[in-house]
């Protein structure tokens, strides 16, 4: 077990490392292209951020360990959603702007609600995200990627990102080991993982939906409390709407590509949180006729995610 463990470890500090190394190195490549701050900021670091949870949920759903696949995904969303922007609403109340409320919050809620259709036996059948449904995803984040091209056009400045100057050299150097560690770190987080769950007596659903899940989440962990902390309210929740939304769209529409993915019903109750946590940040903006998220809603956020993983944990019990 304690090998297992420092396996976890030392497979979430190469995915998140390995992710940082590839951002550094495809940035400089992109500079030295003479690529813009905003098509960079747009994909680069916006994929970067969600790197592990992308090599986690495909080397999951190539090794056939649905559980791990949906656990991962909905349990990311989860943190990010419950957890995160609880911390970082703690710290500071988050103001939010009129196209996250009126836009972004609602199409989060709506990616959920289609995983939702799609992954119940409601259009197909067959409780299963086919290569069709798919498709449908990746047509959907084609499109949210335009809607975030055209916003980021609008407001430029924050899409920049620091300049970077490297060696030739230096920059392959990066961009392999960044590889390198994401494809290390995604298989000894997904294989200990597995071993874990079997060690423990648990389902791997819930090492899916709590360890895997937090894990992965590291990044916008710290990506949203840095900027709660610097007083950027806006990209706080800004980055975890969009992370929710590239999580079912883009992530989960990639796994099954590569092998379709059977859904267990066990995680709508999962799906049910999810929906009632962004249903509630979206009624938040409305309190008091304020346009934030206040620390006594954050509170209620943070609180319903440590009921919910004592919940996850004494059910298994």
Do not use: C
């Not at 230096?170 to 390198?180: C, E, H, M, N, Y």
């Not at 993915?261 to 109750?269: A, K, V």
Request: proline share 2%.
């Amino acid at each position: 077990m304690l090998i297992n463990t420092l396996l976890l470890t030392a497979g979430l500090l190469l995915l998140i490392k390995g992710a940082d190394w590839l951002v550094e190195g495809a940035s400089a490549v992109a500079k030295k292209k003479r690529v813009s701050d905003l098509a960079i900021g747009l994909t680069i670091v916006a994929f970067g951020t969600s790197a592990p949870e992308l090599v986690v949920t495909v080397m999951a759903s190539v090794e056939d360990q649905q559980d791990i696949v949906f656990g991962n995904i909905i349990g990311s969303n989860n943190f990010n959603l419950f957890f995160i922007l609880g911390i970082a609403g703690l710290i500071t109340p988050l103001v939010v702007q009129s196209s996250t409320i009126y836009k972004e919050i609602p199409i989060s809620l709506l990616a959920a609600i289609l995983l939702f259709v799609l992954a119940n036996s409601f259009i197909s059948g067959d409780n299963l995200i086919s290569r069709g449904d798919a498709i449908i995803l990746l047509v959907l984040f084609a499109g949210f990627l335009f809607y975030v091209y055209r916003q980021l056009k609008l407001e430029p400045e924050k899409a920049e990102i620091k300049q970077t100057e490297m060696g030739v050299a230096k920059i392959w150097i990066f961009i392999v080991l960044g590889l390198a560690g994401l494809v290390i770190g995604g298989r000894l987080v997904v294989n200990s993982a597995v071993d874990m769950a079997t060690a423990w007596g648990v389902s791997e659903q819930l090492i899916g939906l709590t360890i895997v899940a937090m894990g992965t989440s590291l990044p916008e962990l710290a990506t949203t409390v840095v900027a709660a902390v610097k007083k950027k309210t806006d990209i706080a929740v800004g980055n975890i709407i969009g992370s929710n939304i590239f999580n079912i769209f883009f992530i989960l529409g990639v796994s099954a590509m590569v092998r379709p993915i059977p859904y267990d019903n066990i995680f709508n109750t999962d799906l049910y949180l999810l929906f009632g946590g962004t249903v509630f940040l979206f009624m938040a903006m409305f309190m008091a006729g304020k346009k934030k998220l206040d620390r006594w809603e954050a509170g209620i956020l943070l609180a319903a995610y440590l009921i919910y993983t004592i919940w996850l944990i004494t059910k298994e019990i």
